[in-house]
């Protein structure tokens, strides 16, 4: 018996179906008000390039998962527990999406993206820093 066949396109929009996104302004405000923690997936040379969000924990994409899990022994002090809200980012929102959806299967209930992901934050107006 072969697997139904799903094209990236359907499968973002199943994935994003089970949660609710956040607009670059409400994320700012969360992180602001203590509310959520920013996690920046995007790779390095992204990084470089653009800038950073200040006060986001960056993240490499390959590691988020052993990061955030609360009972995983590679765990950042930031990832307390199941409840954290975090709102992942990378540069356009659609690989956060994918990472949204594998920080669920934790357990990481709260776990959401960033709309249009750091491009979209830059467009906004919101801060940002130079990459050192």
């Known amino acids: 018996m072969s697997t139904p066949r799903v094209g990236i396109d359907e499968l973002l929009e199943r994935v994003r179906a089970g949660y609710e996104r956040v607009a670059p ?11 959520a923690l920013l996690v920046d997936i995007r790779y390095a ?3 470089e390039r653009d ?3 200040p006060g986001a924990l960056v993240v490499e994409r ?3 998962e052993w990061r955030l899990d609360p009972q995983g022994s590679h765990r950042l002090p930031e990832a307390t527990d199941h409840d954290l809200r975090v709102v992942v980012l990378c540069n356009e929102g659609y690989a956060s999406s994918l990472a ?4 669920h299967r934790l ?3 709260r776990a959401t993206d960033l709309i249009g992901g750091f491009q979209a934050w830059r467009a906004a107006g919101l801060p940002v820093t130079v990459a050192v």
Not at 25 to 35: M, T
Not at 100 to 103: C, G, I, K, R
């Open 62 to 64: 390959n590691e988020l």
């Open 45 to 47: 040379a992204l990084r």
């Open 51 to 53: 800038g950073l969000i």
């Open 107 to 109: 357990g990481l209930h």
């Open 25 to 35: 302004r409400e994320a700012y405000e969360a992180a602001r008000a203590g509310e």
């Open 100 to 103: 949204t959806e594998s920080l």
